[in-house]
């Protein structure tokens, strides 16, 4: 993709700090007061994310194929969207965590796959919860479709809240509705079923300046995730697999690859760096489908942004992986040449990989 997104600079070097004798230091009043701010802010951080799970006399019966997507997402084997329905992501998502497990790899959600996959455990594929009323604040902005109009915005954030807690709980607004009916009301304190995809703490990240520990807990995905020694885009298959040090596969995503204008570049790679909730340089002259009026313009960051919530920079001039503001497209629509993920997926990626990491793209 002739992406034209720059990563922010990330420098390293001396802290201005002065170091004093701890006489000098805060009287224990003032220091104990500013770590009770901090807890309770981080409290009111965590407050916004924790979906309380509602208690069910009756739990309604499980979608079988919605039970075996949301132990995939668990696992790291991603189905894509989670909405109950048989598919290629879902097929191939079974495939993956069936090679990496040992198992027969028969694109099924068969007895030995389940005993695995599920661990034997009687987990609810899906919960009621009720919103926090933090979560349902927004803001909310209409998202224009031209680059230029969304550089006038102050973050490119949902549209609405079915958006947002879609995106919480990895589907989509209209697999939500399926989940509820089509007269579910959404709101602050409101009740609603989802996939059963569990509240994550806010990660307390040093240097966080664009609020990623909140993004990860906005998208229901762990700081901690295991890490990459290097990844493979197969062009063929659309997939993202994470291998680790003993090339064991640990982890495996749907991916949108290129177009037939601007095709995912064969060969072996290096990722630069990883940009998360980063601004998006819009440089017309970089797209070949640009409409002549267009100007450069700075988008602001947000998950409705052209690559999501994150942008994992490649050797590769103008090429990187990313998420994507339309969840559903994944495997289905062309890309201007990059590869794209879920908002989710790629966050998950981004916890994995680091500078250094080798990315090969195949056919």
Known sequence: M???????????????????DANDSQPAQEAAKAGNDAAAQMAAKNAAYDFEVVPEQTPKQPNRILMAQVALDRWGFSPGVLDGKDGMSYKAALRGFQEAHDLPVTG???QKTANMLLEGEARPTTYLVKIPADFARGPFFTIPKGLNEQASLPALTYRNLMEKLAERF?????ALVALNSP????????TIRVPAIDNQPVAQIKGDERGWGETLASLGVAKDQPQA?????????????VYNADNRMIAQFPVTTGSQHDPLPIGEWTIKGVSRNPEFHYNPDLFWDASSKDEKAVLKPGPNGPVGV????????????????????IGRTESHGCIRLTNWDAARLAQMVKTGVKAKFQV
């Open 170 to 174: 990895h589907t989509t607004p209209e």
């Open 229 to 241: 020694d290097h990844i493979v885009v197969d062009k063929s298959e659309g997939l993202l697999k």
């Open 310 to 329: 994150v942008w994992i920079d490649l050797s590769k001039d103008h090429y990187g992986i990313h998420g994507t503001p339309e969840p559903q497209t």
């Open 108 to 110: 099924e959600f068969d």
């Open 183 to 190: 007269t579910t009301k959404v709101g602050a304190d409101a």
């Open 2 to 20: 002739r992406n034209p997104v720059l990563l922010a600079a990330f420098l390293c070097s001396a802290c201005n700090v002065t170091v004093t």
